[in-house]
């Protein structure tokens, strides 16, 4: 065992860990950079300590969103606290170390795990109770708030609290770290107030400790860094061939809607008549997208010779849409790109059903009238941003940038533009994305994101381009410069892309369309921002001053809170229907009945209806993901209606036998009463799915047996 080293800190690092390692609930808010994670080690250690000296529970669990952050912290931890035994849980750490959380409890000082982890051991009972940590520490405690799996957890403690006979003396510390509390998006005092409030309280926080004496201050601000900010506004395309194009074939599609939707108009309500005019004239902007979700939704509740109709029309008008918003950021040819793709998708099944071929002939026509070359009109937007990585990064080979971008398509657009520009292409642009959707479908695995930040910061690539994902916590090298193009989200992400730009004489710009409201939405951000810092004194005077005011309110809130869910759970309770159809939302074909629906791992939903393999065809792949306990995913599962054949999922194989492994986002639920809905959460559908147990498992295989001697 390694000797047992303090922590070192900065002075103004010691201020904000005080309160932590006094053993107080707390939140620290400090600046992205300022070495939070330090301020966490050291409250670790001395909590460590305590907890040994006093013979009582010593165990800290420090739970992040995702797994690129896990392995970034728990090495943190390993190299600070080395005289502790640390150890990262993930999902592939379980799925191919096959290592579980709940398994090293006894052997272990630190555990760094992603929330979601924890949250599958207390749901399954595999750890009893958040009592087997002593310590439990939120990093980006911002994100405690609505339906954040932070929550989950933070429920099951407040649970325990509110229940406790004696004043919850065994509960864990519980420790947040942040760079903003925000304020919701108001620029209203009291608002902004309470905002901070909820999550003080979700955390069950005492204090909120910042930097606040004066030399600690002065010693903080040589340690940060304020990037020059400049907000870019362009003019949009001029003589826009493209966009003509793709407007002329929507009209096209729009008078196949009104003509067909004509035809039932008897047997529509006013509400899928309204819904069921095309919004022509905003195609290719996120007003058309939130259409689109309200038209697939009406599709599922009209009957299925009329939905048969309308979906491949959405699903035509979402790509022309799709294609318009990648065209208004990117190049055209890779908005074609987005438009080929699709058709080549679409075209894998022989159009058999008329409206198919007239989707189709409709785009040919298009494309055949449409020549790229012919549409010589540059991006202005792209024209602007090349000047700015030509004036700050091209001639300087040791600075680097990163552009924020909403899509994962358009990363990889603006990666493709920069390296087949002649006056770009030195910077080796590279792409940095999540994991939440496997790599085939444009996701990055743990390897690749590791990769891409160690070839960044060496300078293989001198400029990322990334989503929200590189936004908070992750290690990112110091950049010269921060680019949000076309896209901001609030005043929490505002202050962290802003803090990536870490180098002296930084640059931070935000670039966008004249008319798109974006600049405005940021100069919003700011001001929510400034609000913020004005707040947090403000607060931090009434939970010092008004102490007991404050553990009152704070209990109430809490109350309070469960009392809503509560009230949420027995609502979903009395609405909860016994049976229900699941049905292709495409052709609407009957595909199985919610009782035969079964959920495996409390995430994915699986088919254990022989019957329904007639309704459905699997093909099987290699698997592109793994977990323990001979459970593989991967392959494509397809409606089996020959005029259909629309991908319904992909497939589960579980000891040895494969199963349909349904995507609900491809099929419409239908009531006893012959109604149908959309829906695009599993929680949201109103009928209970039992869990896959090792009885059904014994059942289908004595089944598959019994069948077999039947029919040797």
């Known amino acids: 065992m390694q000797e047992d080293k303090d922590v070192e800190l900065y002075e103004y690092q010691k201020e904000l860990a005080k309160e932590g390692c006094d053993g107080a609930n707390v939140i620290i808010l400090a600046p992205t950079n300022s070495g939070k994670t330090y301020v966490a080690s050291r409250i670790i250690q001395i909590h460590l300590r305590r907890q040994k000296a006093q013979k009582k529970l010593a165990r800290v669990v420090f739970l992040v969103e995702n797994e690129a952050l ?3 912290q728990g090495k943190v931890f390993a190299e600070q606290l080395a005289a502790y035994r640390t150890k990262v849980f993930t999902g592939s750490v379980q799925s191919v170390k096959g290592q579980f959380l709940r398994d090293h409890l006894a052997e272990l000082d630190i555990l760094v795990a992603t929330a979601q982890i924890l949250v599958n051991d207390l749901t399954s009972g595999k750890i009893q109770s958040l009592n087997e940590f002593s310590l439990i520490v939120f990093d980006e405690c911002h994100h405690s708030y609505n339906d954040h799996v932070f929550n989950a957890i933070l429920r099951n403690y407040l649970d325990m609290k509110l229940n ?3 004043d919850a003396e065994d509960l864990p510390q519980i420790v947040g770290m942040t760079a903003s ?4 998006g108001s620029t209203d005092d009291e608002k902004g107030i309470n905002h901070m409030k909820r999550i003080m309280a979700n955390m069950d926080a005492r204090f909120l400790c910042t930097v606040r004496t004066h030399d600690n201050l002065e010693s903080l601000k040589k340690h940060m860094s304020s990037p020059i900010e400049e907000l870019v506004a362009v003019k949009p395309r001029e003589n826009d061939v493209f966009k003509e194009k793709v407007l002329d074939a929507a009209i096209e599609i729009e008078k196949h809607v009104n003509k067909h939707v004509a035809k039932k108009r008897r047997t529509l309500t006013d509400s899928q008549k309204a819904t069921f005019k095309v919004p022509v004239n905003i195609i290719g902007t996120e007003q058309f997208s939130q259409w689109i979700s309200d038209f697939v939704q009406s599709i599922a509740e009209v009957d299925a010779s009329l939905g048969r109709i309308l979906n491949p029309c959405r699903e035509h008008l979402e790509a022309y849409s799709k294609s318009l918003l990648l065209h208004r950021d990117a190049r055209t040819k890779d908005a074609l790109h987005v438009l080929e793709t699709f058709i080549d998708e679409f075209n894998i099944v022989p159009p058999l059903e008329e409206m198919d071929s007239t ?23 792209l024209v602007r941003m ?12 040791n600075a680097r940038g990163i552009i924020f971008v909403k899509t994962r398509e358009l990363a990889d657009a603006l990666v493709k533009w920069i390296n087949e520009s002649d006056k770009l292409k030195v910077l080796n642009a590279n792409i940095f994305v999540g994991q939440s959707v496997g790599s085939s479908r444009g996701g990055m695995t743990k390897c690749r994101q590791r990769d891409a930040l160690e070839c960044f910061k060496g300078g293989l690539h001198r400029v990322i381009i990334a989503t929200s994902v590189a936004e908070e916590g992750l290690d990112i090298h110091k950049c010269n410069l921060v680019i949000r193009y076309e896209h901001v989200t609030n005043e929490i992400a505002r202050l962290q892309s802003r803090g990536r730009a870490r180098a002296e004489h930084s640059r931070y710009f935000v670039i966008s369309e004249e008319v798109s409201g974006i600049l405005e939405k940021e100069k919003k951000n700011q001001r929510c921002e400034e609000l913020m810092n004005t707040l947090v004194p403000r607060l931090q005077e009434y939970l010092e001053n008004s102490a007991n005011s404050w553990d009152s309110e704070r209990r109430h809130m809490q109350l309070q809170m469960k009392k809503e869910l509560e009230c949420k759970v027995e609502e979903r309770r009395l609405n909860v229907i016994d049976e229900m159809e699941f049905k292709c939302l495409n052709c609407g074909s009957f595909i199985c009945s919610s009782r035969n629906i079964k959920c495996i791992k409390r995430a994915h939903h699986i088919i254990i209806d022989p019957e329904a393999y007639k309704r459905l065809n699997l093909q099987r792949d290699t698997p592109y993901f793994t977990e323990p306990e001979d459970i593989a995913y991967g392959g494509r599962l397809f409606c089996a209606e020959i005029s259909c054949q629309k991908w319904l999922g992909s497939v589960c194989t579980y000891n040895d036998i494969d199963f349909p492994l349904i995507n609900l986002k491809a099929f419409k639920v239908v009531n006893s009463n012959g109604v149908g809905k959309k829906f695009k959460r599993w929680k949201n559908v109103p009928c209970e799915i039992d869990a896959f147990t090792p009885e059904d498992l014994n059942n289908l295989t004595e089944d598959r047996l019994a069948k077999q001697i039947e029919n040797p």
């Open 70 to 72: 896990a392995f970034q």
């Open 164 to 166: 406790s006979k004696d």
């Open 181 to 184: 509390l925000g304020v919701s």
């Open 359 to 381: 989707l189709v002939n409709i785009y040919e026509e298009m494309t055949i009238t449409y020549q790229v070359n012919e549409d010589g009109s540059e991006n202005p937007k």
């Open 386 to 397: 090349g000047q700015i990585l030509n004036e700050i990064l091209v001639f300087n080979a």
